[in-house]
């Protein structure tokens, strides 16, 4: 199984995925080594696709196969072709007529990997979070049936292919666009698979924080499933196929529907923003740091004696969803100056407060340093200060949100906001760690509202053959 390529974090990445797209983290497109067909050495990783080099992307097993024929790999270094329809009757009759697709629509994340994809996966554009419950009725065989006809399905649609003989047609004419299909088990899984002696500790449901206001209807679940891709309609398709998939199995808990910024909307690769305008992502642990691996992920020899996790959860990871409401309209009646203290970064740049006119997104924050008056220039309750490793015992998490947008509510506001979404190897050492210290008030909280909470087991990805979650249920 390939290793999976990590992602580089935004502001320091110079090539951060297509079209000069701004990117909070890692590089796009995945696996060191092998994308078979072509073999080719530059089709592990997403070429860059920036304005110096356009028109380069992944090739996907689907383009070279079903659209290249007689073109072959000059039309797949050229950039591939069509979607999935390229290879159907209808088009495929002249393949010359082929157009590639565009970096965007090519870039394509591997499924079989040793981490799942979709985390450290770079933000995509669309995202939706789905969670189910396992139908009455269904137990552990039904869950077998279901997480294998899953991940047959993700392993398809992220390489571009047709969902099935029942496929929707939603993203028929589009590249797989980097879509990724994650797989999580929530803590009522395991009683309804009578796989209890299995459920990480972990797993144990996150305590209660005194300002949470959480729908529980919208929160946990059996079972969870996170779509990300740079298209809306790839996403929506992987979204329906992945509903159509459960069959009676299990029916949907709650979805929420995500964003981030298009790929190639900034001149150049960025870190995210966030619906507070603010420059959210610098911070983030960077794959290449030394311990990145052991705080993100279970280590792959994971033992109840080793780490305290089982065998199971081997290069998996924790997820904790949080749909944070953010108050904009508080929030847009204060200045920038005032903005810029909640968080104790520049709004314009991402640059700490504490580093002066020539300070930069990666300047590093100076805690002690104040102004003439003493006053700490990073405020002691800014948010930027709060979360840090340094306070919060080594506490770490990536963070991998979407923004949402679902309207505007009876009181006649937005509701709008956070897809907060964390990974670490141990959520009581990430999350709830800094959540609790949130939660006794930094300077953002009166500008936020946590509304509903999941947290999950995702386990390592599937092997060649293998489906997601296997080795849970058949170990
Ligand atoms: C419990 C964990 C966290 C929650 C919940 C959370 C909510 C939240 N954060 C922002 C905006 C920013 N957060 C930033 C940094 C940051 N936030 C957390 C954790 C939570 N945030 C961490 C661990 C960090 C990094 C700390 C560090 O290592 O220095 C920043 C600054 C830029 C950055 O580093 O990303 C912003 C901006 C919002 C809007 C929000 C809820 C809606
Ligand atoms: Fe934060």
């Not at 951060?16 to 592990?44: I, N, Q, Y």
């Not at 770079?122 to 995202?127: D, S, V």
């Not at 929160?219 to 969870?224: A, K, Q, T």
């Not at 909307?265 to 642990?285: F, K, S, V, Y």
Request: hydrophobic letters at 35%; one cysteine or more; charged letters at 25%.
């Amino acid at each position: 199984m390939a290793d999976q390529n990590l992602v580089e974090d935004g502001p320091a990445a110079p090539k951060g995925g297509r079209g000069g797209a701004d990117r909070t983290a890692p590089a796009r497109t995945t696996t060191k080594g092998s994308r078979s067909p072509s073999g080719g050495s530059g089709l592990g990783r997403e070429r860059d696709t920036s304005p110096g080099n356009p028109g380069e992307g992944p090739i996907s097993r689907r383009r070279l196969l079903g659209t290249a024929g007689a073109t072959g790999l000059a039309l797949g270094a050229a950039g591939g072709g069509a979607g999935y329809a390229a290879g159907s009757a209808s088009s495929s009759s002249s393949a010359e007529k082929v157009t590639p697709l565009s970096s965007l629509g090519a870039g394509e994340v591997m499924f079989h990997v040793k981490h799942q994809p979709g985390i450290t996966t770079p933000l995509q554009a669309r995202g939706h979070l789905v969670a189910f419950d396992l139908a009455a009725g269904s137990g552990r065989k039904e869950a077998v049936a279901l997480l294998r006809r899953w991940s047959e399905t993700a392993r398809r649609l992220m390489a571009g292919e047709a969902a099935g003989q029942d496929d929707t047609d939603i993203a028929r004419d589009a590249g797989p666009s980097s879509l990724t299909v994650t797989f999580g088990f929530g803590h009522s899984f395991f009683a309804r698979t009578g796989l209890e002696k299995q459920r990480p500790e972990s797993l144990d449901p996150l305590p209660d924080f005194s300002s949470d206001q959480l729908d529980k209807t919208r929160s946990n679940g059996d079972l969870w499933v996170q779509i990300g891709a740079d298209d809306a309609l790839v996403a929506f398709h992987a979204l329906r196929a992945v509903q159509k998939d459960a069959g009676g199995a299990a029916r949907v808990r709650w979805q929420m529907n995500g964003f981030n910024r298009s790929p190639g909307a900034t001149a150049h690769p960025m870190t995210a923003r966030n619906l507070m305008g603010q420059i959210d992502g610098t911070r983030n642990p960077k794959p290449a740091e030394s311990d990145f691996d052991e705080r993100i992920f279970v280590p792959a020899n994971a033992s109840p004696d080793t780490s305290g996790d089982p065998a199971w959860m081997a290069n998996g990871s924790y997820a904790v969803v949080r749909r944070i409401r953010m108050l904009l309209d508080d929030w847009e009646q204060l200045s920038v100056k005032a903005q810029e203290d909640v968080i104790g970064r520049r709004k314009s740049d991402g640059a700490p407060l504490s580093g002066g006119a020539k300070a930069i997104e990666t300047t590093a924050m100076d805690l002690e340093k104040t102004d003439a008056q003493g006053n700490l220039l990073v405020p002691i309750n800014a948010h930027a200060r709060i979360t840090r490793p340094d306070q919060n015992g080594g506490a770490a998490m990536l963070r991998r949100p979407f923004s949402f947008h679902d309207g505007i509510d009876a009181k006649g506001v937005p509701d709008a906001g956070l897809l907060f979404v964390c990974w670490q190897a141990d959520p009581l050492r990430g999350f709830v760690t800094v959540q609790r210290k949130l939660d006794r008030g930094d300077a953002l909280s009166k500008f936020i509202r946590h509304e509903s909470s999941g947290l999950f087991a995702v386990p390592g990805g599937a092997g060649e053959g293998e489906y997601v979650g296997q080795g849970l249920l058949e170990g």
